[in-house]
């Protein structure tokens, strides 16, 4: 290398070195100087930055343009970081698919409403808290919604919660499906977040006839129980099947197998007491105890009589003993027994099992 080429290399590095000084320290003025931006800009910044970069965007987003000026005069509000209480005052409702379209809700205050199909991440944090991504759809719309929501732990939010959201949008874009293929949809920033309990029990209660309607036991799709729905609906947290109950055992009057057979417009939609031998239980894990599937027999009688229930893992039920159970008719039809042969058959969610050893 010749000495003026070496000079010009050397006076490049140097040059390049000062230009780096310079914009650290521009960078440094325009974070903390008097004339740079606030803390509360750099923290909006950083929530916009971070949506842009999120890995489950199929391409890069499009961040809009019409937020960051609302959100900084509303931080102490909006920031989805912290925990807020649930107001609607002054948000538009808006669907999904309008979401996405539309750009002039951009910089508003928005409510959101959709059943939660996907948690992209859960973080614990301190003082009870959590902080929440998770994915919005609502059938019959074709778009998404991610919300991104601080909330006290005992609220955390699971897969097909209903939910109702306070909203800004950050960005729209595409992402890619756990399954397959991509669905379009909009980042938000959610500062307050509410589960619709009477939601809730709508899935879960359409996931129980699910489960009822093509259990491998009947022999032909059977009949559920449209009063029973409802009824469920409006009870679901005292007939759930899936959980462990505690506190007082539901009541209801104490019918023959035949009669709750014969006789739906009676015994459907409502509590029943019903007693029986337990001749066949099917057993599996579940969140909360076992989930048991529990067949009872009574002498003279071909009526087979099914329980779903979750009992605790050292208590489970099992073959052999009377057991007197309390619960609601989700389906009618007929089975193929366990020692073979059809019998006619009702299903029943359980919660209450009392057994006679």
């Known amino acids: 290398m010749s000495e003026n080429a070496l000079v010009a290399a050397l006076l490049a590095l140097a040059l390049a070195g000062v230009a780096s000084r310079v914009a650290g320290v521009v960078q440094w003025g325009w974070d903390h100087g008097p004339f740079g931006r606030s803390a509360t800009e750099r923290a909006v910044d950083a ?25 900084v005069a509303h931080w102490g509000k909006l920031d989805p970081d912290r925990v807020h209480p ?22 508003r205050k928005l409510a959101v409403d959709g059943f939660v199909s996907y948690v992209l991440s859960t973080n614990e944090l301190s003082g009870g808290r959590l902080r929440q991504v998770f994915q ?22 699971h897969v097909d919660d209903e939910v109702h959201a306070v909203a800004v949008v950050l960005a729209r874009g595409a992402a890619d499906l756990g399954g397959g293929g991509f669905v379009s949809g909009t980042s938000l ?16 209660v359409a996931h129980l006839f ?36 505690d506190g007082a055992d539901p009541k209801g009057p ?6 709750l057979r014969d006789n739906p417009a009676a ?5 029943v007491t019903v007693g029986g031998w337990v001749e066949d239980v099917s057993t599996h894990r579940g969140a909360d105890g076992v989930f048991q ?52 058959a009702i299903l029943m969610t359980c919660p209450a099992i009392r057994l006679y050893r």
């Open 136 to 157: 919005l759809m609502v059938g019959g719309r074709s778009s998404a919604a991610w919300c991104r929501t601080t909330l006290p732990t005992a609220q955390q939010v």
């Open 293 to 344: 599937t529990i067949l009872l027999q009574v002498g003279g009688s071909d009526i087979d009589v099914w329980c779903y229930a979750t009992r605790p893992r050292d208590d489970a039920v099992r073959i052999g003993p009377f057991a007197r159970v309390t619960g609601v008719v989700v389906a009618r039809g007929s089975t193929n027994g366990p020692h073979g042969g059809y019998h006619p």
């Open 254 to 259: 104490s019918v023959p197998f035949e009669r």
């Open 47 to 71: 929530l916009l930055d971070g949506t842009a970069a999120s890995p489950f965007w199929r391409v890069p987003p499009h961040v809009s343009s019409g937020t960051r000026g609302f959100l």
């Open 210 to 245: 699910d489960e009822t309607r093509t259990d491998g036991f009947w022999d032909i799709p059977p009949d559920l129980s449209d009063s029973s729905r409802t009824f469920l609906v409006a009870h679901w947290s005292q007939y759930d099947p899936y959980v462990l109950h």
């Open 267 to 271: 015994y459907d939609g409502r509590s």
């Open 189 to 204: 920033a959610c500062p307050a977040v509410t589960k619709d309990p009477a939601g809730v029990a709508r899935v879960s």
């Open 86 to 107: 649930y107001s609607t005052a002054g948000a538009v409702p808006v669907d999904l698919d309008r979401l996405l379209e539309d750009r002039a809700l951009d910089g």
